[in-house]
């Protein structure tokens, strides 16, 4: 029987000061507008959250500890695979690991003879001998038992009859969405809530570029969207629980209770089963950590006020919009 998880905050998640100036501001102009806006993962200079292609920082283990809450509550509507994707999941595994000792081997090694692999992360203490291929090696399958050591949600599309379907997914924090509603979904189906980017085309092309994908290219894009206090888990299921918080949020307590959310979204080729990897690693900002930065607080500002009411609607702004814009017309930093 599925348990009803409890929708809950994460306090660890406050940034030091380190956080707040590697956080993915996703706005270069003072106005938004859907667009596919891909750029190479993993390139991004030092210290970055883009240096390398998967992410580690100082929420790690708080993130850790939240996934595992989450599906020993709920892991049926969670880490979901369709039998044909076993293969995806080791080129998950392969990948993730190859690039996680070699971006942090202080954190991770991974020695490899032939099939016979050793794997450690110090982080968690974890240390695993197993048999590349052979999930009876492993305590879990493949893809839940590397994705709970990392940041992020992972999905993995499987690439057959000139379509990409979502056929794999290891999902604990999604913004509203649900990976039980959409496992098996084509990717235009599963983005069909967006509004305005279907006619724009934007999907279209999206799946085009996707479809072609080589092998060691991975590329990412930012999404955003707002979240009442510093909560991970917005799943669809759970909008009873925390859709509710946006009726407390006001001008004058928008600085500590409402968070932008950014997705940064890793889209990689695997190599074996010729998927493809969609990953979301999220990080989340409080209001009034974002104003420290007074060219943020601006433009943020600006954005707000020229969305139109399609996108304030979809971004779950409708009833938090003017909140948030009179907050940071009073509390930017000159």
């Known amino acids: ?39 190479p993962a993993g390139q991004g200079e030092a210290g970055t959250y883009n240096e390398h292609l998967f992410d580690i920082d100082e929420h790690y283990r708080a993130e850790f500890d939240e996934r595992r809450r989450i599906l020993s509550e709920d892991h049926g ?30 954190s991770f090694t991974l020695r490899q003879e032939d099939d016979f692999w050793h794997w450690e992360n110090y982080l968690l203490g974890i240390t695993q001998d197993f048999t590349f291929g052979d999930p009876s090696t492993l305590p879990l399958e ?24 979502l056929d794999a997914g290891l999902v604990t924090f999604p913004a509203d969405w649900s990976l039980t ?8 189906e599963w983005h069909g809530p967006v ?35 510093p909560r991970l888990e917005t799943s669809s299921e759970t909008y009873h629980l925390w859709g509710r918080d946006k009726s407390g949020v006001t001008a004058e307590n928008a600085g500590e209770q409402v968070h932008l959310r950014v997705e940064a979204q890793v889209l990689a080729r695997l190599p074996r089963s010729h998927g493809v990897l969609f990953s979301i690693r999220t990080y989340l900002i409080r209001l009034d950590e974002l104003a420290t930065n007074p060219e943020w607080a601006q433009r943020l500002g600006r954005v707000l006020e020229s969305l139109p009411p399609e996108i304030t609607d979809y971004k779950g702004l409708t009833d938090t919009r003017e909140a948030v814009m009179t907050w940071l017309k009073h509390n930017q930093l000159d």
């Open 1 to 39: 029987m599925t348990m009803i998880l409890e929708s809950k905050t994460v306090p660890s998640l406050r940034n030091s000061a380190e956080a707040m100036r590697r956080f993915p501001f996703p706005f270069s102009t003072d106005s938004y507008g859907y667009s596919v806006n891909l750029t």
């Open 77 to 106: 509507r969670r880490y979901l695979t369709l039998p044909h994707m076993m293969e995806a999941q080791w080129d998950f595994l392969e990948m993730s690991m190859t690039h996680l000792a070699a971006a942090y081997p202080e």
């Open 181 to 188: 509603f959409d496992l098996g979904m084509t990717f235009e």
């Open 195 to 229: 509004p305005l980017a279907h006619p724009a085309g934007v999907f279209t092309r999206a799946k085009k570029f996707l479809m072609n994908l080589e092998i060691d290219q991975p590329w990412q894009r930012l999404n955003w969207t707002f979240t009442i206090g």
């Open 142 to 165: 493949p893809l839940e038992w590397m994705g709970r050591q990392m940041q992020g949600d992972f999905c993995l599309l499987d690439q057959r009859e000139g379509d990409l379907y």
